[in-house]
């Protein structure tokens, strides 16, 4: 609650937030913009302000006027409107009223609303975020000491209106993923949880994706003050909270952003930059200075109200290009593709957020081949701490729904990732988009019988887990679902009745175990030190060797992978020290749905040079399997 003896109208608007605002440099809009509870001269009521620059007219409509009129005051040339209203308090209903130069008025949601009202309804609702205690001050801490590359990310994402449902349909509350969620994915041993956006919006099935209310948590789950205590909850528990961002184009829905006072506001006077044909939504103007304060006001938001980690920046691709989309395009002043208003935007972004939040995450979503989008800004980059590897993730799923009677004719799909692997700061995606629309569940891509297809999954993601590059993986990989994602319905839990989804859960459990406690697995993912591949050539027994590596000589692993059906014996690998090793993880052990009964245990080097290592091991390695082999006592190595 602010208090104040000023004018209730300048109480928040002030010249410098005008100026601030208005020059694209406000980093919290949200703190002016938007409903807020204040008190002038003893009177507690509401302040409301909204950006409409070509608006004949602004009124305040309510059920607390029967949805009438209330007058709003432009604040000089600034396009700003904004009025007091005594009296009004937390849970009010609104709209603004706007009021074209043609004299034709209509209704607007809130653009900076805190809270808004549950699909199919639309008006926007006073919130108070204030007040909640928060007790991460210690994961805060922790964040910051520790370079994010030098530490296990294993991401855990969540579609919140389907990870479960209640038994007639609803949708489970923050509350109650609080209670559940967080245990499950502290017991799986995952990082982090990644939260597909949670901004209002109008349908289901965008999977919020099709945002109108950005600063406005959708009602569907809970209250914002729900989600503050699921983010405390995580952060006790030692987890991590990303949350995907559509800073690339909005909802087209009326009440929403679209053609806000009028005229394009927040999108593109150019309707070819400004249309999403693909998706039927709009881009915003990143030529517009109140756009970028906006944009970033709203970055920040999540991370100051929320303390949320980080944000995974949906459809980048579509902010760097101008061709991107179906149809028409106009090109840049230079006659290019290139959105550089975007490249901008996008440089303008990362260097506030690293300003603000240096331990933050920001990953792009980004699936073509423009150069540096995680390097630094000042070597030419767009400053994001990661982006996505969505090349390595086609290559890898085409190759496993290969039969593998033809995966030698296509060995290069698994080894060609190491030739741009350390480009970018890579995460190695499993996400919901390969598991919908007609593309199957992981397990049902995997050729073969139901042994097959489980063998074949479990020797995906340990690859996946021991291929350099953090890690994301979405809900229900890890219990094998059968059917592809369905957002309207929970996960298939019932499976887990079943011994092959029991046991490929507990497999989950310990790979993700091993991951974390191994640093050769996760400390040096962003350069060749972290890797030394031993043989990346034999495509006729589709067999490949690697070892992964951390900061200290002794943590290495030993990582073999056999991608066919076939057992192979007496198999020769390299290895870089003489004396003993032993096998830490073997896919196909019957604990985890496989054949073997056993472990290999220990072997002793033999002093035969192999792979150009000076020893080497002889091993047996299992049909459609990984081998992951650790030092046990070495001779050399410090």
């Known amino acids: ?80 409107w904004t009025c007091f209203l005594e009296g009004l308090g937390e849970n009010v209903l609104y709209k603004y009223r706007i009021r074209r130069h043609d004299g034709y008025e209509f209704l607007k949601a809130d653009p900076y609303a805190f809270y808004s009202e549950l699909r199919p309804k639309t008006a926007s609702i006073v919130k108070e975020l204030g007040g909640f205690k928060w007790t991460d001050g210690n994961w805060r801490g922790r964040s910051k000491r520790v370079p994010v590359n030098e530490k296990p990310m294993n991401i855990y994402e969540v579609h919140l209106g389907s990870w479960k449902r209640h038994w ?54 809970g209250e914002p003050k729900d989600l503050m205590a699921f983010v405390n909850e995580c952060h006790n528990e030692g987890i991590g909270v990303i949350m995907d961002w559509v800073p690339a184009h909005f909802c087209r829905d009326d009440h929403g952003l679209l053609l806000f006072d009028g005229t394009p506001t927040y999108e593109y006077q150019d309707p070819n930059k400004a249309a999403n044909n693909r998706w039927g939504t709009t881009h915003f103007d990143y030529g517009k200075p109140q756009v970028h304060s906006f944009l970033l006001s709203n970055a920040l938001f999540w991370m100051d109200a929320f303390h949320i980690d980080g944000l995974r920046v949906d459809a980048v691709s579509a902010m760097l290009y101008l061709d991107y989309d179906d149809g028409p395009w106009t090109p840049n002043i230079y006659g290019g593709n290139t959105n550089l208003e975007g490249v901008d935007f996008l440089k303008k972004l990362n260097t506030v957020i690293k ?246 245990n220990v072997y002793q080097t033999k002093d035969e040079m192999m792979n150009g290592k000076d020893f080497s091991l002889e091993v047996t390695i299992p049909p459609l399997s990984v081998l992951i082999i650790k030092p046990k006592r070495i001779k050399g190595a410090k």
């Open 168 to 221: 007639d349909g609803t949708f489970f509350t923050i509350e109650e993923y609080t209670k559940e969620l967080i245990p499950y994915v502290k017991e799986m041993g995952y990082t982090h949880i990644e939260l597909m956006p949670l901004m209002e919006h109008p349908l289901d099935d965008s999977w919020g994706y099709q945002i109108t209310g950005y600063y406005s948590m959708t009602s569907r789950y």
């Open 355 to 600: 300003e603000e939040y240096p331990a933050a995450l920001m990953i792009a979503e980004e699936s073509t081949a423009f150069p540096l989008i995680s390097h630094e800004i000042e070597k030419g980059g767009l400053g994001f701490t990661h982006k996505w590897n969505m090349g390595w993730m086609n290559d890898i799923l085409r190759y496993f729904e290969l039969d593998p009677l033809y995966r030698k004719q296509h060995h290069n799909l698994i080894t060609f990732s190491f030739m741009y692997v350390f480009n970018e700061n890579y995460i190695l995606p499993m996400s919901h988009d390969e598991v919908v629309h007609g593309k199957n569940s992981l397990l049902n891509k995997m050729p073969g019988d139901e042994t097959m297809k489980f063998r074949g999954l479990r020797t995906l993601i340990t690859y996946m887990m021991c291929h350099p590059g953090k890690k994301i993986s979405f809900m229900g990989n890890e219990i094998a679902q059968w059917m592809e994602w369905r957002f309207r319905e929970g996960l298939e839990w019932i499976g887990l009745k079943h011994e092959n989804h029991q046991k490929h859960q507990h497999f989950v459990r310990v790979l993700n175990a091993l991951y974390n406690e191994h640093k050769a697995l996760h400390e040096i993912d962003d350069s060749y030190e972290g890797i030394d591949i031993l043989d990346a050539d034999n495509k006729e027994e589709s067999l490949f060797t690697f070892i992964r590596k951390g900061k200290n000589a002794r943590d290495f692993l030993l990582v073999i992978c056999n991608f066919v059906p076939v057992e192979r014996h007496g198999v020769k690998v390299g290895v870089p020290f003489e004396g003993q090793y032993e096998e830490i993880l073997n896919t196909e052990l019957k604990e985890f749905g496989g054949t073997w009964d056993y472990s290999q």
């Open 1 to 80: 609650m602010v208090k104040t003896k000023d004018d209730p109208n300048k109480v928040l608007n002030t010249e410098f937030n005008h100026y601030l605002f208005n020059t694209g440099n406000h980093r919290r809009a949200y703190e002016f913009m938007g409903a807020h509870l204040i008190e002038f001269e003893g009177k507690k009521g509401v302040q409301f302000t909204v950006w409409a620059p070509n608006a004949q007219n602004v009124t305040l409509a309510g059920d607390f006027n029967n949805w009438g009129y209330e007058e709003m005051f432009p604040q000089g040339s600034t396009g700003i």
